[in-house]
């Protein structure tokens, strides 16, 4: 049963990260669907003639979604069209600012996949090339703010990087629950923008990931 589909809706991303499962922003030419393209596409996923159901679950990916002005217009076409869980997978930077956070989920944003890898700033720097803690607590603190309840943390672990973290990480959600619904961990990707030979280096699986989050409950 096909419940929730997923739209990229740009290849522009306002990071350049060492570590990106889409390698976003280097083809050299944009891809970005008009509204009008965007809702075919959501009207052929939402047609009733699906079986057992049309999906009910939209996830509106990228690059970065939030890049483009029109992201209001299209969550609110994806409400208007039935979809009643709208994600947005983001890195979260503009919703630092508060007033763009609150049109966003006025438009229709009901959850938000996002990018969180550590809580500390040297983990930052070597995932996505930058140190990104300040904003990240500050988007905890807008959602609180304006009571948003559906914030999926997406970590992306990579082994001698930031799988330290993933105790770490799971004790910020449950202190933050008011916030935070989930965890979604994401062992480094064999795809996007990333070499074989780090592939090699930095691979970190899932059962590395049950022996630490074990070995996080047992302390």
């Known amino acids: 049963m096909c419940i929730r589909d997923s739209i990229d809706i740009t290849n522009r991303c306002n990071l350049r990260c060492p570590i990106c499962f889409a390698n976003a922003a280097v083809t050299g030419y944009v891809v970005e669907p008009t509204l009008e393209e965007l809702r075919s596409i959501m009207e052929h996923f939402r047609d009733p003639d699906i079986q057992p159901l049309p999906p009910v679950a939209l996830q509106i990916s990228g690059g970065e979604p939030t890049v483009r002005n029109d992201l209001p217009e299209i969550l609110e076409m994806a409400k208007e069209l039935g979809f009643v869980h709208r994600m947005v997978t983001t890195n979260g930077l503009r919703f630092t600012n508060i007033d763009y956070l609150q049109e966003i989920i006025d438009a229709g944003m009901n959850a938000m996949y996002w990018q969180f890898d550590g809580l500390e700033r040297e983990t930052w ?3 996505r090339g930058v140190d990104l803690l300040d904003k990240k607590m500050k988007v905890i603190e807008n959602c609180r703010e304006l009571g948003f309840k559906d914030v999926v943390l997406v970590p992306t672990i990579a082994r001698g990087i930031n799988e330290h973290q993933v105790g770490p990480i799971l004790k910020f959600a449950t202190e933050n629950q008011d916030v935070v619904s989930c965890i979604v961990y994401q062992p480094v990707s064999l795809c996007g923008r990333i ?14 990931l049950f022996t630490d989050i074990n070995n996080y409950m047992q302390k």
């Open 195 to 208: 070499t074989q030979q780090e592939v090699l280096r930095l691979r970190y699986n899932a059962t590395d």
């Open 125 to 127: 720097i070597k995932t």
